[in-house]
Protein backbone atom coordinates (compact mmCIF):
# COMPACT_ATOMS: atom_id res chain seq x y z
CA UNK A 1 0.00 0.00 0.00
CA UNK A 2 1.08 3.00 -0.54
CA UNK A 3 -0.26 6.27 1.70
CA UNK A 4 -0.65 9.58 0.23
CA UNK A 5 -0.07 11.64 3.04
CA UNK A 6 -1.36 14.91 1.20
CA UNK A 7 -4.08 14.69 -0.78
CA UNK A 8 -6.50 17.95 -0.58
CA UNK A 9 -10.39 17.92 -0.80
CA UNK A 10 -12.81 20.42 -0.71
CA UNK A 11 -15.93 18.84 0.57
CA UNK A 12 -19.46 19.79 -0.89
CA UNK A 13 -20.96 21.50 2.55
CA UNK A 14 -17.36 23.18 2.76
CA UNK A 15 -17.84 25.27 -1.05
CA UNK A 16 -21.83 26.09 -0.48
CA UNK A 17 -20.50 27.40 3.34
CA UNK A 18 -17.39 29.33 1.94
CA UNK A 19 -19.28 31.07 -1.04
CA UNK A 20 -22.44 31.95 1.14
CA UNK A 21 -20.06 33.80 3.53
CA UNK A 22 -19.54 35.79 1.01
CA UNK A 23 -15.69 34.42 0.74
CA UNK A 24 -15.47 32.66 -2.39
CA UNK A 25 -12.34 30.95 -3.33
CA UNK A 26 -10.59 30.58 -6.95
CA UNK A 27 -11.00 27.27 -7.62
CA UNK A 28 -8.97 25.67 -10.88
CA UNK A 29 -11.57 25.07 -12.94
CA UNK A 30 -10.26 21.81 -14.23
CA UNK A 31 -9.47 20.10 -11.10
CA UNK A 32 -13.04 19.06 -10.64
CA UNK A 33 -11.53 15.61 -8.52
CA UNK A 34 -10.55 18.51 -5.70
CA UNK A 35 -14.66 18.49 -4.94
CA UNK A 36 -16.18 15.41 -7.25
CA UNK A 37 -15.68 11.56 -5.13
CA UNK A 38 -16.81 10.47 -8.68
CA UNK A 39 -13.73 12.27 -10.94
CA UNK A 40 -11.50 11.44 -7.77
CA UNK A 41 -12.41 7.93 -7.88
CA UNK A 42 -11.84 7.60 -11.08
CA UNK A 43 -8.40 9.17 -11.14
CA UNK A 44 -7.54 6.73 -7.96
CA UNK A 45 -8.63 3.74 -9.61
CA UNK A 46 -5.88 4.02 -11.84
CA UNK A 47 -3.73 3.18 -8.69
CA UNK A 48 -5.19 0.69 -6.62
CA UNK A 49 -2.76 0.43 -4.22
CA UNK A 50 -2.54 3.79 -3.50
CA UNK A 51 -4.95 5.21 -0.06
CA UNK A 52 -5.46 8.90 0.73
CA UNK A 53 -4.90 10.96 3.62
CA UNK A 54 -7.10 14.02 3.09
CA UNK A 55 -6.33 17.76 4.05
CA UNK A 56 -8.99 19.47 3.23
CA UNK A 57 -9.67 23.71 2.77
CA UNK A 58 -8.50 26.02 4.91
CA UNK A 59 -10.62 27.76 7.25
CA UNK A 60 -8.35 31.30 7.47
CA UNK A 61 -11.06 33.25 4.58
CA UNK A 62 -12.43 37.11 4.83
CA UNK A 63 -15.01 35.75 7.51
CA UNK A 64 -16.71 36.14 10.74
CA UNK A 65 -14.80 34.59 14.12
CA UNK A 66 -18.22 32.62 14.23
CA UNK A 67 -18.50 31.27 10.34
CA UNK A 68 -15.35 29.95 10.58
CA UNK A 69 -15.97 27.92 14.02
CA UNK A 70 -19.15 26.66 11.73
CA UNK A 71 -17.15 26.24 9.08
CA UNK A 72 -14.72 23.98 10.94
CA UNK A 73 -17.20 21.75 12.55
CA UNK A 74 -19.01 21.30 8.99
CA UNK A 75 -15.99 20.30 7.57
CA UNK A 76 -14.86 18.05 10.26
CA UNK A 77 -17.99 15.94 10.04
CA UNK A 78 -18.07 15.63 6.52
CA UNK A 79 -14.99 14.48 5.78
CA UNK A 80 -15.23 12.23 9.06
CA UNK A 81 -17.97 10.76 7.22
CA UNK A 82 -16.03 9.86 4.10
CA UNK A 83 -13.24 8.18 6.06
CA UNK A 84 -16.86 5.82 7.24
CA UNK A 85 -18.44 5.65 4.34
CA UNK A 86 -15.04 5.31 1.90
CA UNK A 87 -12.29 3.01 4.24
CA UNK A 88 -10.93 1.41 1.29
CA UNK A 89 -10.38 4.93 -0.51
CA UNK A 90 -9.42 7.65 2.61
CA UNK A 91 -7.33 6.13 5.65
CA UNK A 92 -7.50 9.58 7.76
CA UNK A 93 -8.01 12.97 7.86
CA UNK A 94 -6.90 16.18 9.11
CA UNK A 95 -9.05 18.76 10.96
CA UNK A 96 -9.90 22.62 9.80
CA UNK A 97 -9.71 24.63 12.73
CA UNK A 98 -11.48 28.35 13.58
CA UNK A 99 -8.20 29.82 14.35
CA UNK A 100 -9.94 33.02 14.72
CA UNK A 101 -11.12 32.42 18.16
CA UNK A 102 -8.42 30.15 20.11
CA UNK A 103 -11.14 29.01 22.56
CA UNK A 104 -13.01 27.51 19.58
CA UNK A 105 -10.16 26.48 18.16
CA UNK A 106 -8.65 24.44 21.30
CA UNK A 107 -12.55 22.53 21.55
CA UNK A 108 -12.67 21.73 18.29
CA UNK A 109 -9.19 20.05 17.86
CA UNK A 110 -10.40 18.16 21.02
CA UNK A 111 -13.71 17.59 19.32
CA UNK A 112 -11.85 16.48 15.91
CA UNK A 113 -9.64 13.88 17.84
CA UNK A 114 -11.46 12.06 20.44
CA UNK A 115 -15.28 12.18 18.73
CA UNK A 116 -14.38 12.11 15.22
CA UNK A 117 -11.41 10.25 15.39
CA UNK A 118 -9.64 12.40 13.16
CA UNK A 119 -5.91 12.04 12.99
CA UNK A 120 -4.53 15.19 13.23
CA UNK A 121 -5.01 18.95 12.42
CA UNK A 122 -4.07 21.80 9.23
CA UNK A 123 -2.94 25.02 9.92
CA UNK A 124 -1.92 27.72 7.60
CA UNK A 125 0.98 29.51 7.58
CA UNK A 126 0.91 32.51 8.44
CA UNK A 127 -2.51 32.35 10.03
CA UNK A 128 -4.11 35.52 8.21
CA UNK A 129 -0.37 37.19 8.64
CA UNK A 130 0.70 35.87 12.15
CA UNK A 131 3.47 33.84 12.84
CA UNK A 132 2.45 30.36 14.18
CA UNK A 133 4.96 30.85 17.07
CA UNK A 134 2.24 33.47 18.63
CA UNK A 135 1.28 32.63 22.47
CA UNK A 136 -2.30 31.57 21.63
CA UNK A 137 -1.22 28.45 19.49
CA UNK A 138 0.82 27.06 22.70
CA UNK A 139 -1.80 24.95 23.60
CA UNK A 140 -2.54 23.59 20.37
CA UNK A 141 0.99 22.25 20.36
CA UNK A 142 0.99 20.96 23.70
CA UNK A 143 -2.55 18.48 23.10
CA UNK A 144 -1.02 17.60 19.58
CA UNK A 145 1.80 16.45 21.50
CA UNK A 146 -0.28 14.97 24.38
CA UNK A 147 -2.31 13.38 21.68
CA UNK A 148 0.36 11.82 19.64
CA UNK A 149 -0.84 13.07 16.57
CA UNK A 150 0.73 15.50 14.04
CA UNK A 151 -0.20 19.15 12.55
CA UNK A 152 -0.45 19.53 8.73
CA UNK A 153 1.41 23.03 7.96
CA UNK A 154 0.47 24.05 4.48
CA UNK A 155 1.87 27.32 3.32
CA UNK A 156 -0.24 30.79 2.01
CA UNK A 157 0.66 33.95 0.71
CA UNK A 158 -1.13 36.01 -1.57
CA UNK A 159 -0.71 37.22 -5.00
CA UNK A 160 0.85 40.63 -4.11
CA UNK A 161 3.98 41.99 -6.10
CA UNK A 162 7.42 41.23 -5.35
CA UNK A 163 8.33 44.99 -6.52
CA UNK A 164 7.15 48.41 -6.10
CA UNK A 165 5.36 49.84 -9.18
CA UNK A 166 3.09 46.55 -10.25
CA UNK A 167 -0.25 45.57 -9.03
CA UNK A 168 0.31 41.58 -8.64
CA UNK A 169 3.27 38.89 -8.58
CA UNK A 170 4.46 38.65 -12.19
CA UNK A 171 4.52 35.05 -13.51
CA UNK A 172 2.78 33.94 -10.38
CA UNK A 173 6.07 33.62 -8.47
CA UNK A 174 3.27 34.15 -5.55
CA UNK A 175 2.30 30.35 -5.57
CA UNK A 176 5.49 29.09 -7.07
CA UNK A 177 8.32 30.41 -5.19
CA UNK A 178 6.32 32.48 -1.86
CA UNK A 179 5.05 28.95 -0.61
CA UNK A 180 7.72 27.42 0.09
CA UNK A 181 9.65 30.46 1.28
CA UNK A 182 6.24 30.42 3.53
CA UNK A 183 7.11 27.17 5.09
CA UNK A 184 10.94 28.01 5.26
CA UNK A 185 9.97 30.66 7.75
CA UNK A 186 7.41 28.88 9.47
CA UNK A 187 10.12 26.37 10.61
CA UNK A 188 12.48 28.84 11.58
CA UNK A 189 10.15 30.01 13.72
CA UNK A 190 9.30 26.91 15.51
CA UNK A 191 13.20 26.38 15.97
CA UNK A 192 14.26 29.32 17.10
CA UNK A 193 11.20 30.06 19.55
CA UNK A 194 11.71 26.93 21.39
CA UNK A 195 8.24 24.99 20.29
CA UNK A 196 10.27 22.23 19.43
CA UNK A 197 12.72 22.01 22.17
CA UNK A 198 9.23 22.69 24.50
CA UNK A 199 7.72 19.64 22.88
CA UNK A 200 9.91 17.34 21.15
CA UNK A 201 7.40 14.92 20.49
CA UNK A 202 5.31 17.50 18.34
CA UNK A 203 4.89 16.36 14.95
CA UNK A 204 4.79 18.40 12.41
CA UNK A 205 4.47 17.41 8.55
CA UNK A 206 5.83 20.14 6.03
CA UNK A 207 5.03 20.17 2.39
CA UNK A 208 6.88 20.14 -0.50
CA UNK A 209 9.82 18.25 1.08
CA UNK A 210 10.82 20.69 3.66
CA UNK A 211 10.90 23.67 1.26
CA UNK A 212 14.35 25.23 1.52
CA UNK A 213 15.70 23.70 4.11
CA UNK A 214 17.61 20.88 3.12
CA UNK A 215 19.12 22.19 0.15
CA UNK A 216 20.18 25.60 2.35
CA UNK A 217 21.24 22.87 5.91
CA UNK A 218 24.94 24.46 5.18
CA UNK A 219 24.00 27.58 5.10
CA UNK A 220 21.36 27.48 8.29
CA UNK A 221 24.30 25.86 10.05
CA UNK A 222 27.15 28.99 8.79
CA UNK A 223 24.52 31.56 9.42
CA UNK A 224 23.56 30.70 13.01
CA UNK A 225 27.49 29.28 14.00
CA UNK A 226 29.10 32.40 13.53
CA UNK A 227 27.51 35.16 15.50
CA UNK A 228 30.88 35.09 17.82
CA UNK A 229 32.70 36.38 15.04
CA UNK A 230 30.50 38.22 12.80
CA UNK A 231 28.72 40.33 15.61
CA UNK A 232 25.16 39.09 15.13
CA UNK A 233 22.79 38.88 17.76
CA UNK A 234 22.83 35.01 19.29
CA UNK A 235 19.77 33.62 18.20
CA UNK A 236 20.49 30.15 19.56
CA UNK A 237 20.47 31.53 23.03
CA UNK A 238 18.48 28.59 25.39
CA UNK A 239 18.23 26.45 22.74
CA UNK A 240 19.89 23.31 23.68
CA UNK A 241 20.98 21.81 20.76
CA UNK A 242 22.11 22.97 17.20
CA UNK A 243 19.39 24.38 15.19
CA UNK A 244 19.48 21.79 12.45
CA UNK A 245 18.63 19.47 14.95
CA UNK A 246 15.97 20.73 15.75
CA UNK A 247 14.65 21.13 12.50
CA UNK A 248 15.54 17.74 11.69
CA UNK A 249 12.31 17.06 14.10
CA UNK A 250 9.75 18.09 11.12
CA UNK A 251 8.55 15.01 8.59
CA UNK A 252 8.50 16.08 5.02
CA UNK A 253 6.49 14.94 2.56
CA UNK A 254 7.55 14.40 -1.07
CA UNK A 255 5.37 16.39 -3.24
CA UNK A 256 8.54 17.98 -5.22
CA UNK A 257 6.63 17.58 -9.14
CA UNK A 258 8.37 14.07 -9.46
CA UNK A 259 11.88 15.19 -9.10
CA UNK A 260 13.99 11.97 -7.65
CA UNK A 261 16.96 14.20 -7.18
CA UNK A 262 15.06 16.97 -4.85
CA UNK A 263 13.59 13.71 -2.67
CA UNK A 264 18.10 12.84 -2.36
CA UNK A 265 18.53 16.32 -1.18
CA UNK A 266 15.62 15.67 1.24
CA UNK A 267 16.25 12.29 2.30
CA UNK A 268 20.11 12.72 2.85
CA UNK A 269 18.94 15.69 5.53
CA UNK A 270 15.65 14.11 6.90
CA UNK A 271 16.64 10.31 5.94
CA UNK A 272 14.06 7.95 5.00
CA UNK A 273 12.39 7.97 8.55
CA UNK A 274 11.46 11.37 7.96
CA UNK A 275 10.01 11.70 4.31
CA UNK A 276 5.95 10.70 3.81
CA UNK A 277 4.57 10.04 0.12
CA UNK A 278 2.55 13.18 -0.56
CA UNK A 279 1.47 14.09 -3.81
CA UNK A 280 -0.47 17.58 -3.54
CA UNK A 281 -3.29 15.71 -5.38
CA UNK A 282 -4.73 16.88 -7.43
CA UNK A 283 -3.38 19.99 -8.39
CA UNK A 284 -2.02 19.16 -11.90
CA UNK A 285 -3.35 19.48 -15.82
CA UNK A 286 -4.77 15.80 -15.25
CA UNK A 287 -6.94 15.56 -11.78
CA UNK A 288 -4.06 14.31 -9.59
CA UNK A 289 -3.28 11.66 -12.48
CA UNK A 290 -0.15 12.96 -13.11
CA UNK A 291 1.30 14.31 -9.33
CA UNK A 292 0.21 11.06 -8.17
CA UNK A 293 2.31 8.96 -10.82
CA UNK A 294 4.85 11.47 -11.09
CA UNK A 295 5.37 11.30 -7.23
CA UNK A 296 5.63 7.24 -7.14
CA UNK A 297 8.36 7.27 -10.00
CA UNK A 298 10.16 9.94 -8.22
CA UNK A 299 10.31 7.77 -4.72
CA UNK A 300 11.11 4.34 -7.13
CA UNK A 301 13.93 6.48 -8.51
CA UNK A 302 15.64 6.94 -5.51
CA UNK A 303 18.85 5.25 -5.25
CA UNK A 304 17.45 4.02 -1.53
CA UNK A 305 17.49 0.35 0.04
CA UNK A 306 13.71 -1.25 -0.93
CA UNK A 307 13.28 -1.43 2.78
CA UNK A 308 13.41 2.31 2.96
CA UNK A 309 11.43 2.85 0.04
CA UNK A 310 8.08 0.70 1.91
CA UNK A 311 9.15 3.71 4.78
CA UNK A 312 8.19 6.44 2.38
CA UNK A 313 5.44 4.89 0.62
CA UNK A 314 3.56 3.30 4.14
CA UNK A 315 5.55 2.65 7.29
CA UNK A 316 5.98 5.75 8.38
CA UNK A 317 2.20 7.45 7.57
CA UNK A 318 0.85 4.71 9.83
CA UNK A 319 3.78 5.29 12.47
CA UNK A 320 2.88 8.84 12.29
CA UNK A 321 -0.49 8.51 12.19
CA UNK A 322 -0.88 5.89 14.62
CA UNK A 323 -2.82 3.23 11.94
Known sequence: MKIDIYSHIMTPKYLDLI????????????????????????VMDKFPDVIQVLVPGATSRNITAAQ????????????????????????????????????????????????LKLKGVLMSTPLEGKPIDRPEFMPLY????????????????????????????AYDMWLLWG?????????????????LQKHPKLKMIIHHAGAMV?????????????????????????????PLEYFRQFHVDTAVGGSAEALICAHSFYGAGGMLFGTDFPYDAENGYLSTRHGIDAIEGMDIPEKERQQIFETNARKLLNL
Open 19 to 42: NRYGGAIQLMAGVTSLWSLEDRFR
Open 68 to 115: EKELARTTNEEVAGLLVKYPDRFIASAAALPYKDPDAMMREAERALKD
Open 142 to 169: ALMEQHDLPVWLHPARPPTPEYKGEEKS
Open 179 to 195: WPYESTLAMTRLVFSKV
Open 214 to 242: PFFRGRIANFYGSWETTGKENHKAGLENE
